[in-house]
């Protein structure tokens, strides 16, 4: 079993930043891919971005430059440091994770979604 802990969401003015975090624990052995989307109201969820465990990050052309994504492996947790937001940045962002589990004698590869965070950018 892996759980994934997200925090950090909130209601923040056009412009201002936030930073969520998501933590992972459980029966973890390693992390590859490691991950945050998101979901406005009415629309389909979409990759914000992402790091692999070699460090090379993938964005989403609306967040680029704005939007940074890191990851502490000693802590099993990743980051999204995100400034100059905007009203369109308005969604639920979920953390995602792909994982090797320790389950028994061996492993299981899992993929694991945190459970959202409210993200709100409005004046």
């Known amino acids: 079993q892996v759980q994934l802990v997200e925090s950090g969401g909130g209601l923040v003015q056009p412009g201002g930043s936030l930073r969520l975090s998501c933590a992972a624990s459980g029966s973890i052995f390693s992390i590859n891919d490691m991950g945050w989307y998101r979901q406005a109201p009415g629309k389909q969820r979409e990759l914000v971005a992402a790091?692999?465990?070699?460090?090379?990050?993938n964005y989403a052309d609306s967040v680029k430059g704005r939007f940074t994504i890191s990851r502490d492996n000693a802590k099993n947790t990743v980051y999204l440091q995100m400034n100059s937001l905007k009203p369109d940045d308005t969604a639920v962002y979920y953390c995602?994770?792909?994982?090797?589990?320790?389950?028994?004698?061996?492993?299981?590869?899992?993929?694991?979604w945190g459970q959202g965070t409210l993200v709100t950018v409005s004046s």
């Open positions: 790091i692999i465990s070699g460090g090379r990050t």
């Open positions: 995602n994770i792909g994982a090797l589990s320790v389950v028994g004698p061996g492993y299981r590869y899992l993929e694991v």
